[in-house]
């Protein structure tokens, strides 16, 4: 029986990971046949951008679960303006 995630962001974030993995494993594929650095670079920014982006996902989900433990559910109009 799986659980009922804490932050319902967390398996969304789980994916994005997943697929980060796969592709730094494809990065290293990428260096391990010598593949041209230029090609190497921009696939291991693109993977940098991945993991950047799950992170925000994860910092605004636990900042949100913060806030609403804080001071109670808010509507969208007032969380836009506490950011």
Do not use: F, N, T, Y
């Amino acid at each position: 029986m799986d659980a009922i995630p804490k932050h319902r962001s967390h398996p969304e974030i789980v994916k994005r990971l997943r697929r980060a993995e796969g592709h730094l494993r494809g990065v290293i594929a990428m260096i391990e046949a010598e593949r041209p650095c230029l090609e190497i670079a921009q696939q291991m920014h693109a993977v940098e951008k991945a993991i950047g982006q799950a992170k925000k996902a994860l910092i605004e989900d636990h900042l949100d679960h913060c806030l609403d433990a804080v001071v109670g559910p808010l509507g969208s109009d007032q969380r836009q303006e506490i950011a």
